[in-house]
């Protein structure tokens, strides 16, 4: 099936600082991915879609200028942390869709101190 | 207003016997439907899909229902075993390009 990496697996960052999140589809092309976070013992929060060459779309109450999403690639889209706060601390996951599918990484564990 | 539900956040189910897990969702635009089995700590993974125009789909132990009337699917596992223990969720999507609305997730866990 279609891998999908994410990198780092886990960060840990003093507050003020930026963050940067890479996710990767490994053998294939995504002209979409999307970014989820995930808050201990809840479901998957869609934060934004990313669309390969164009602006993310964001949904309603996520801060475009606090997560910043660039989509440079068929295969790389990556989501920036900007100013990070202990309440940004969650597991971010990424996902990639392919044809019907959509694939996840394996997420990234962010705590902020 | 929550499209998807998954109103059983945990089940708990004997090895060798079925599991079946239920989702329901209010969209009627929904035409798409997934299951993900998620560990802690790991992404989500892929495991079954059904499309509106079908009612049923087979994957080895794995088969989901789809009640279009009803607005509700559901996720049979047999026969469970003590590995199939996980998160599940399901998943809904208004056509090919539309973005996946997520239920709560279900949590099982299969007793040896």
């Known amino acids: 099936g279609a891998v999908v990496s994410q990198h780092p697996s886990w960060v840990i960052c003093k507050s003020g600082t930026s963050v940067k999140i890479e996710c990767r589809s490994l053998?294939?092309?995504?002209?979409?991915m999307f970014w989820y976070r995930q808050f201990p013992k809840q479901s998957l929060m869609l934060m934004a879609t990313?669309?390969?060459?164009?602006?993310?779309?964001?949904e309603q109450g996520v801060e475009k200028d606090k997560f910043l999403i660039n989509h440079a690639s068929l295969t790389l889209s990556t989501l920036t942390v900007t100013s990070a706060h202990p309440e940004d601390s969650s597991f971010y996951i990424c996902?990639?869709?392919?044809?019907?599918?959509?694939?996840f990484g394996p997420g990234t564990r962010l705590t902020v101190l | 207003d929550q499209q998807v539900k998954q109103n059983s956040p945990s089940l708990s189910v004997q090895e060798g016997r079925i599991s079946i897990l239920n989702c329901d969702y209010t969209n009627s635009m929904f035409d798409y439907f997934l299951w993900y089995k998620k560990y802690p700590a790991e992404g989500p993974t892929f495991l079954i899909s059904i499309s509106s125009i079908k009612d049923k789909n087979e994957d080895g132990r794995f088969t989901v229902f789809l009640n279009k009337s009803a607005k509700h699917l559901s996720l049979h596992i047999v026969p469970s075993q003590p590995g199939d223990s996980a998160v599940y969720f399901c998943a809904a999507r208004e056509g090919n390009a539309g973005k996946s609305t997520f239920g709560d997730g279900t949590t099982l866990t299969v007793k040896p």
């Open positions: 053998d294939f092309q995504a002209t979409t």
């Open positions: 990313s669309n390969e060459g164009s602006k993310a779309t964001y």
């Open positions: 996902s990639a869709r392919w044809g019907y599918e959509q694939f």
